[in-house]
């Protein structure tokens, strides 16, 4: 029956870890992606990889979106063949993408205007608590949808909290990802500084780790550095988005924000630089060579 199936849409390196959580608790789970290799990776007991977009929205009452950012969610949303053409009226569609909070909002009224109910449901984690099921989901739209969809997403994440109106889900993931990256524009300045006053890079790291400084994006990307690796994480240049829907937010509320101001420029330098396709943690090159130092582990 249709109201026991559950679609899912994007199958990229988050999307296929989300599906294989949600498989395998009766309900049968039809995906689709334009790769059709992905769509074969994920196929399996419970899962069923189908043709287009149209035939997930014909097949279920309840759709995931998983993608790359928001013009394609519009595309699959509101494009010819979209799920508005396919799903019925009363369908609940959670778009897990990270979009523009506007953009979510002018989504939902579209849809909604077609009775079809849109919670933006961006989630926060890395690929290996994507495959844990560990994510955190922020959630924006009708709490009724929500009760509805809240299961699934539970299936996907350890923690799943209703933030409030529609584009509340992106909101709150634009203030987590603007502290995450502050933490790691901080990194990129105090290792070089380090290496220059003669500290052992890996040794303060270490500290850091276990000390009062500590946080996640310094943990993760420091060692990288380390390492030498700069090409593991999402690229800066499509992460540089919530740095600049921050920025638009607190111009329009006259909300001074000297502190993400401040990464914004080391961010904008990395960028200016040609890191855009590397990882956050590459906006220590910009401090390495201003300070003439490498950040790199001995040995």
């Given amino acids: 029956m ?16 989300m599906v294989a ?30 043709e287009n977009v149209a035939s ?7 759709v995931l979106l998983s993608l ?13 063949g979209g799920l508005a053409e396919s799903l019925k009226a009363g369908a609940v569609v959670a778009d897990c993408s990270t979009c523009h909070p506007d953009h979510a909002r002018d989504m939902e009224i579209r849809l909604k205007e077609r009775g079809i109910r849109l919670l933006d449901a961006p989630v926060t984690g890395l690929e290996d608590r994507a495959a844990a099921g560990t994510l955190t989901v922020m959630v924006g739209g009708d709490q009724a949808a929500f009760e509805e969809v809240k299961p699934l997403l539970e299936r996907i994440g350890s923690l799943v909290v209703h933030m409030g109106a529609p584009g509340h889900g992106q909101l709150t993931k634009m203030a ?3 502290l995450y990256n502050i933490s790691v ?16 890079p890996d040794k303060l790291r270490r500290v850091v780790a276990t000390g009062s400084g500590q946080s996640f994006g310094f943990d993760y ?20 988005k919530d740095m600049v829907t921050l920025m638009e937010r607190a111009d329009q509320e006259r909300a001074p924000m000297p502190v993400a101001s401040g990464a914004m420029q ?16 590459a906006m220590i090159k910009v401090w390495e060579r201003v300070m003439g130092v490498a950040v790199r582990k001995k040995g």
């Fill in 2 to 17: 249709q109201a026991d199936r559950v679609g899912f849409i994007g199958l990229g390196s988050m999307g296929r870890r």
């Fill in 68 to 80: 790359p950012d928001g013009a394609v969610v519009e595309q699959v949303l509101l494009g010819a």
């Fill in 221 to 240: 990307f420091a060692e990288h550095v380390l390492r030498g690796r700069f090409d593991e994480g999402y690229p800066m240049g499509a992460a540089f």
């Fill in 56 to 62: 997930v929205g014909r097949g279920c009452n309840r």
């Fill in 266 to 281: 080391t961010y904008r330098q990395a960028l200016a630089e040609g890191h855009g396709d590397e990882a956050k943690g």
């Fill in 21 to 50: 959580n949600l498989a395998g608790a009766g309900e049968e789970i039809l995906v689709f992606d334009v790769d059709a290799a992905a769509c074969e990776a994920v196929e399996g007991p419970g899962v069923r990889p189908v």
């Fill in 185 to 200: 524009a901080a990194m990129a300045e105090m290792l070089p500084l380090a290496v220059r006053l003669g500290l052992d």
């Fill in 176 to 178: 987590n990802n603007v």
